[in-house]
């Protein structure tokens, strides 16, 4: 409704910039965002990663007599089929405190809360696009560190069954998932908690570390990581949306297994993808 001047002269009404209304409609107390919820956060992804190994385990062995499965127990973590099922136990505790803390205890909206707001078509498309260019820079960056092949993750493409189910997790749930934990959970802590450089800094240099177990001995593919997460953070935190770093994130990954499929003589002996000529 436009305002009216001492005059008794309307004037126009000014756009208030997207950040700012969502600070003005979500008002910010001492005890949002806190390090103590942080603290509480962590300690609650240890308890949940704990919780889904031991949830898994269990199923696995009240199940085994019963579906014939044949695996023992101590090699379930080579299995890609397990490994993709205990991410997404994982995933679903985390996301359950997330929105308990969010919902329950901030009593904020749970997607407003991470500053979520959908960028527009051309935006989007643009963002997008520079997910596949940085997929085809990584792949295609000369070696800086130590490098091998033969990694963890790498091992688990031991089948077009488990190649396919690993290309379908890393394009319709990591992404969302860890751009929820660490540009959106993680991003709001240390930014409301430090700066928005910590913030940047901070949410890059985790996010490549929870991939070292999977490129162990890889060093190259750490480093690159590494550099692919501060994409992301500064994606974040130069549009104070979450949406950027998801777009950026699923298509980078989208490429990249795209391109691991070409590439890797491995998966084309396994049957993964034909090339005929």
Request: with cysteine; charged share 10%; hydrophobic share 55%.
């Amino acid at each position: 409704m436009p305002s009216e001047t001492p005059q008794g002269q309307f004037a126009p009404e000014i756009p208030v910039p997207a950040e700012a209304a969502v600070r003005e409609a979500l008002p910010l107390s001492p005890k949002h965002w806190s390090l103590r919820d942080l603290i509480l956060f962590l300690v609650s992804a240890v308890l949940a990663l704990v919780s889904a190994n031991f949830l898994m385990l269990v199923g696995y062995a009240a199940l085994q007599p019963v579906v014939g499965w044949q695996a023992p127990p101590q090699v379930l973590h080579d299995n890609a089929f397990f490994i993709l099922a205990l991410q997404l136990v994982f995933y679903g505790l985390v996301l359950g405190y997330i929105y308990l803390l969010i919902v329950i205890d901030y009593r904020l909206p749970f997607w407003a809360a991470l500053n979520w707001r959908w960028p527009r078509h051309p935006e989007a498309r643009r963002l997008f696009v520079g997910g596949i260019l940085l997929a085809l820079a990584v792949q295609f960056a000369p070696p800086l560190l130590p490098d091998r092949e033969d990694f963890p993750l790498q091992r688990l493409f031991s089948s077009p069954q488990a190649a396919y189910a690993l290309a379908a997790f890393a394009v319709l749930v990591a992404p969302l998932m860890e751009e929820l934990i660490f540009r959106g959970v993680l991003f709001r802590f240390f930014e409301h908690q430090v700066g928005l450089r910590f913030a940047v800094l901070g949410t890059a240099v985790l996010f490549a570390g929870i991939h070292v177990p999977e490129y162990w001995g890889a060093w190259n593919h750490v480093f690159l990581i590494l550099l692919v997460g501060a994409v992301f953070s500064l994606a974040r935190g130069l549009t104070g949306s979450l949406a950027p770093s998801v777009i950026l994130h699923l298509a980078y990954n989208a490429s990249l297994i795209v391109v691991l499929f070409i590439r890797t003589p491995q998966l084309r002996a396994l049957g993964v993808i034909t090339v005929s000529c």
